[in-house]
Structure formats: C-alpha cells, structure tokens
C-alpha cells in the first residue's frame, strides 16, 4: 500500500502532453427511452461510485449563461449520456444524486450541482469532489487532465470541450469527449482510494 504522502504533486505541461492519450472505449448509452432510463437505473444501483459530470452550452458573451445540456454518469459496466433539454430525466439523476450509498466523483461538482438544481430539486449526498480532494493534498492543479495524467499516466484530449452540447445530434467527437471525462472520474476516485487520499 502507497502511503498518502508519497505521490507527485506537480506535472508540467510538457510531461502531460508526452503521455499517451486515452479515450474511453467501453459501452457509451445515449439515454431516451423509458427502457434506458430503468436500465441506467438498474446499473446505477449496482454501485458503489460513479464518475459525475456535466457539460453546458459555451457562452461567449458577457453576461450569457446556459443551463447544463448534458449530464454523464460513468458506473463499471457503461457511460450514460443524457441529454437534459431532450427529456425529463428528473427523476433518475435526482435519485443517483440523492443517494447515500452511491459516492459521486467528479471535478467542481459544487457549480454543476448548483446549476442542476436551477433545472430540478434535489439533496445531494454521498458527492466527492476530486479537485478539492486535491487541494487538500496540495496538489499544484486540481482539474481532470492535470490529474488524470499525474495519478493515471495517460493524457485526455480537450477536443469538444467548447462545442454546442446543446445540439440535438451529439457528434461522435462529443460523445467520446463526454464519456471520458466522467470515466477518468470514476477512475480517478478508485486510484485515490487505493491512495489512501480520500
């Protein structure tokens, strides 16, 4: 076992941009369907942490603010995309994020719940939020890709970051892009356990 204190702190630009990219590459499930969202269900109760994350519509004007588009939720077995202006998927995220025995992991969860709530109700528990965990570890940065390659050795490509994830048709890109970062977050959470960081 590592014991908490032994780790780098720190990773320059030039060290992650030398790593190897990973995308994820499992199952990815765009969720519509009444059946998809009792089978998101059914696999979120199954565990114990999930990789959470949000993505929202880029303003570039002064003053300009979307609401999140898109909500990811990573488990063991899948990703699962859903596209929060497309349906009401309410019920199912207020339930995972509500729950006490499902730990959600993810990086500035402080803001994407904030926002979330604008849209739906709900009482968070059981949130873990990576990049404080980080700072309390005082680590240098705090956000996915700085951490995913000092913890997990591998780079993730910033790609889709500033598309418009409110579109209807998420492009391939998108999709990966998405995944991945809620991926990298249950990942990251696990490594942090093995740690002893949490």
């Not at 300009?64 to 309410?90: G, K």
Request: charged share 25%; glycine share 6%; net charge positive.
């Amino acid at each position: 076992m590592t014991l908490a204190g032994d780790f780098s702190r720190t990773i320059s630009r030039e060290a992650i941009n030398e790593l190897p990219i990973r995308r994820y590459e499992g199952a990815v499930r765009l969720v519509s369907t009444r059946e998809e969202m009792e089978h998101a269900a059914a696999d979120f109760a199954q565990e114990r942490v999930v990789g959470f994350d949000t993505e929202t519509r880029p303003s570039f004007r002064a003053g300009e603010s979307h609401p999140p588009a898109l909500a990811q939720v990573a488990t063991a077995r899948a990703v699962y995309l859903f596209q929060l202006r497309q349906a009401d998927f309410s019920a199912l995220l207020g339930k995972l994020i509500s729950s006490k025995t499902t730990a959600k992991a993810g990086i500035g969860l402080d803001y994407d719940l904030r926002e979330l709530r604008k849209t739906f109700a709900f009482e968070p528990a059981a949130i873990v939020d990576l990049g404080a965990v980080a700072r309390r570890h005082q680590l240098e940065k705090s956000g996915v890709r700085p951490l995913a390659a000092l913890f997990l050795g591998f780079r993730i490509p910033k790609g889709a970051k500033t598309t418009n994830w409110a579109t209807r048709q998420l492009s391939p890109q998108q999709i990966v892009y998405a995944a991945t970062d809620a991926w990298a977050c249950r990942e990251l959470y696990l490594k942090f356990e093995e740690l002893g960081l949490l």
